[in-house]
Every structure is written in structure tokens, then in C-alpha cells.
């Protein structure tokens, strides 16, 4: 079992820029695949990058060029670096934690709270 919680949401301008973090506590922390995930209003949670053990990437479509997803195992810290940011991109951002690397919610098995992006236009 491992505990995130996430932080760095905010409001921020079209085209600007957002750093998100989560933490982990544990000790199997940097064994884990991390993941994040987003759900804007009246839509499903997406998929949007995850990072394994070993540091492969994997993005959705959407944020791919845009995004980067890193880790830092001695912080136990993952982040999402998001760029050239869109209205579309409004939602909350969950973090997640799981063994798989891959896009599917369910295998991911523990979760954050969620941290507010809102990009204005």
C-alpha cells in the first residue's frame, strides 16, 4: 500500500505552463508504476502518461510533445510537466500507483485525491 497525494494544480493561461507533483510513502515506492490520470467535467477519467520503475514513458495522444512524466525515486516524488497548455486540458489530475505499465485505470490500485488544473482561454 502506498499513499500520494498530489499538488501543483492551479489556474494558468492558454499556451502557459504547470508543474504537477505526487508524492509517495512507502518503502516499495520506487517499485511501483506510476501513473496520471485526468477527469475534466461530464467526462471519464483518461489516461494521459505513466512511468515505470526503469523510468519508460508511456502518453496518451493528446499530451504527447506536450507533457513529460518523470520521477525522482529518492524524493519519492513523480511529476507531470505540462506545456503549452490548452483549455482542453481543464480537469482534475489524479495521480496513481500500480505494477503494469499501461493506460488501464484498473490496474492501477492506489490513487491520490486529485489536484485542480484549470487553463483559461
Known amino acids: 500500500q502506498v499513499q500520494l497525494v498530489e499538488s501543483g494544480g492551479g489556474l494558468v493561461q492558454a499556451g502557459g505552463s504547470l508543474r504537477l507533483s505526487c508524492s509517495g510513502s512507502?518503502?516499495?515506492?520506487?517499485?511501483?508504476?506510476m501513473g496520471w490520470f485526468r477527469q475534466a467535467p461530464g467526462k471519464e477519467r483518461e489516461f494521459v502518461a505513466a512511468?515505470?520503475?526503469?523510468?519508460?514513458?508511456i502518453y496518451a495522444t493528446a499530451v504527447k510533445g506536450r507533457f513529460t512524466i518523470s520521477r525522482d525515486k529518492d524524493k519519492n516524488t513523480v511529476y507531470l510537466q505540462m506545456n503549452t497548455l490548452k483549455s482542453e486540458d481543464t480537469a482534475v489530475y489524479y495521480c496513481?500507483?500500480?505494477?503494469?505499465?499501461?493506460?488501464?485505470?484498473?490496474?492501477?490500485?492506489?490513487w491520490g485525491q486529485g489536484t485542480q488544473v484549470t487553463v483559461s482561454s
Open positions: 496513481a500507483a500500480g505494477s503494469l505499465l499501461v493506460s488501464a485505470q484498473d490496474k492501477y490500485e492506489n
Open positions: 512507502g518503502r516499495t515506492f520506487s517499485s511501483y508504476v
Open positions: 512511468i515505470s520503475w526503469s523510468t519508460i514513458t
